[in-house]
């Protein structure tokens, strides 16, 4: 395990002095104990490993992974459980991706259960209303009261949407690549249905929603023709895939030229980030065999696109139907 762990820190070090120099300036001892440690003539000390990790900013987690085969470690997201929580969140998301936005090389692949966060992450009803749904499953006190969308639109605070609208401006500026099926939207559209009907979301509120749901659809198609992500003032990449094979899943993969790692949701918003790179390398290739077996949008011809966003369009306005007449209604 100790040989790894030394491999693995020399693939860390960026220092121009020697690799067996730098261990020695580390850990406060000479050249030789130094060699010693490399070459594996002297075992490293808890303490010196700790040390090691530490300014080669390496996890305990890491350094428990190195050296097993079958078992990887995953680092889990805050908690959300309310309007502070939810506004770190946004905030932190920011900083991890503001550096991405700063590299060409950077990526993202999205596997959309539901519609991509970024895409409801405007100054717009729906972001409004995706928050109090995220807060509605996720607050105790939101899921126990009865607290309608109507009421709880004039109470969200300024600073968490601000947070929010940052967030989805900041996805401007990196290139990414979707996959998405006849499904992907009927998770908003039965969250709007279901608070409709529980008369926590009005009628006049629940049309515009669908409005701003409409306009997403038509922002995605757009940016599946042109390519590009609309706004973006670096010319960001889009590619948006239909995949009928595999259920989506909601994962998210970011790549560089020097690292990948990816993220598996497992509550509404909570997540396990994942940079074990061997497992980073299978999910890569997953996402590559997905992509054989989807059509890339723009390159299936008119026909097939429009069908696809037609058929989300249909679904909207069967939704907007059943909200006016308020009726009875099942939009597959």
């Given at each position: 395990m100790q040989n790894q762990f030394i491999r693995y820190l020399k693939e860390k070090s960026t220092s121009t002095s020697s690799f067996v120099d730098e261990i020695a300036t580390v850990l406060d001892i000479g050249y030789d104990a130094a060699y010693r440690r490399i070459n594996m003539k002297t075992n490293l000390t808890l303490e010196e490993s700790v040390k090691l990790a530490k300014y080669y900013k390496?996890?305990?987690?890491?350094?428990?992974?190195?050296?097993s085969q079958n078992t990887i470690l995953a680092e889990k997201s805050p908690i959300i459980a309310n309007e502070k929580h939810l506004e770190d969140y946004f905030s932190k998301s920011i900083e991890n991706l503001k550096p991405l936005t700063q590299l060409k090389s950077a990526s993202i692949l999205y596997s959309a259960k539901d519609i991509p966060l970024f895409y409801t992450l405007k100054d717009s009803y729906i972001t409004r209303y995706k928050i109090y749904v995220w807060?509605?499953?996720?607050?105790k006190e939101m899921t126990k009261n009865k607290v309608s969308f109507d009421d709880f639109i004039n109470t969200i605070p300024k600073s968490l949407?601000?947070?929010?609208?940052?967030?989805?401006?900041?996805?401007n500026y990196i290139g990414i690549t979707e996959f998405w099926n006849d499904n992907t939207i009927n998770g908003t559209l039965q969250q709007i249905i279901y608070f409709f009907e529980s008369q926590l979301l009005s009628k006049d509120l629940a049309l515009k929603i669908c409005d701003d749901l409409e306009d997403i659809i038509h922002h995605v198609e757009e940016q599946t023709i042109q390519q590009s992500i609309i706004n973006s003032k670096n010319n960001a990449s889009y590619n948006l895939y239909k995949s009928d094979l595999l259920t989506m899943s909601n994962i998210i993969m970011v790549k560089?030229?020097?690292k990948k790692a990816f993220f598996v949701p497992y509550t509404v918003l909570e997540y396990l980030k994942i940079e074990n790179q061997d497992t980073c390398n299978i999910m890569d290739d997953f996402f590559s065999k997905q992509m054989t077996n989807s059509k890339l949008l723009v390159h299936?011809?008119?026909k097939d696109r429009t069908l696809f966003f037609n058929r989300m369009h249909q679904k909207v306005n069967k939704l907007r139907d059943r909200i006016t007449i308020d009726e009875t209604f099942d939009f597959e």
């Open positions: 390496i996890s305990l987690n890491k350094l428990y992974e190195v050296g807060l509605k499953l996720t607050n949407l601000d947070r929010a609208f940052e967030l989805g401006e900041t996805y560089t030229t020097h299936s011809g008119e």
